[in-house]
């Protein structure tokens, strides 16, 4: 089957690559009607689904929601489970000890796909913060001594 490259899709791609946070469909549509208004929330959907099958972007659910990712490139995700938002976390170490130590019978692990949820910085009370922040420098230079 041939695939078309729509003026939708294009502007739904665009979107993508123009933002860092992992948006839902929902808030796709509501960039990309800015630009197209009559593009329904359905067809919205329907590319972004088609996209994330052809291996074109990274669909992943957290949150109970559909997530959008165009940065295809090996990574895992960070997710705030107060605000909401999502980061990228590019760190192969830890795919590669899940790799080398996951024991799974009767499975070869190829690749993994790790959302971590917490609370990102702006989430955690201030006080909280300092309880599990690391010693200042100062801190660590008179321990030492």
Known sequence: MIKRNTVQKMK????????KSHP??????????????T???????????????????????????????ADISFHHHVYCK????????HDTEIADYIKEN???????IESTNLIFVGRCCDC???????????????EVQIAAE
């Open 12 to 19: 739904i791609m665009e979107y993508l690559m123009s933002t």
């Open 24 to 37: 839902t469909a929902e808030a796709v549509y509501a960039e990309v009607s800015k630009d197209i208004p």
């Open 39 to 69: 593009i329904s929330l359905s067809t919205v959907y329907r590319n972004l689904n088609t996209m994330a099958e052809d291996g074109e972007i990274l669909k992943f659910e957290v949150g109970n929601e559909a997530h959008f990712d």
């Open 82 to 89: 107060v605000c909401k938002s999502v980061f990228d976390l």
């Open 102 to 108: 996951a024991k799974i019978p009767n499975f070869k």
């Open 124 to 138: 955690i009370p201030q006080e909280e913060m300092a309880q599990t922040a690391p010693p200042a420098a100062e």
